[in-house]
């Protein structure tokens, strides 16, 4: 049984940081790729940022510079570190881990808002 545990949401005002962290466990296939998703309210879930097995990243033009994605070394655990959070980048922010059969697994989101 695939499980994402997320946590590291919450409140915070404008100019303030945070941490997500995703712990993934389970699965008997190994992991290409971990990544946070965002879907703020009326909106369609967007990319944030991902990173592969190699250590790849990418991240949305609205979010670079100011978040940064990374894994620990057994590379089960992805934490988006984000900084300069502005109104904006309030939304249910989703951990979605890619493994290496093509099976997507899906955190049950957490919630980050920021005030202005």
């Known amino acids: 049984q695939v499980q994402l545990v997320e946590s590291g949401g919450g409140l915070v005002q404008a100019g303030g940081s945070l941490r997500l962290s995703c712990a993934a466990s389970?699965?008997?296939?190994?992991?290409?790729?971990m990544g946070w998703y965002r879907q703020a309210p009326g909106k369609q879930r967007e990319l944030v940022a991902r990173?592969?097995?190699?250590?790849?990243?990418n991240y949305a033009d609205s979010v670079k510079g100011r978040f940064t994605i990374s894994r620990d070394n057994a590379g089960n655990t992805v934490t988006l570190q984000m900084t300069g959070l502005n109104p904006e980048d309030t939304a249910v922010y989703y951990c979605?881990?890619?493994?290496?059969?093509?099976?997507?697994?899906w955190g049950q989101g957490t919630q980050v808002i920021v005030s202005s």
């Open positions: 979605q881990v890619l493994y290496s059969r093509g099976i997507f697994a």
């Open positions: 990173i592969t097995s190699g250590g790849t990243t």
């Open positions: 389970g699965s008997i296939f190994s992991i290409t790729r």
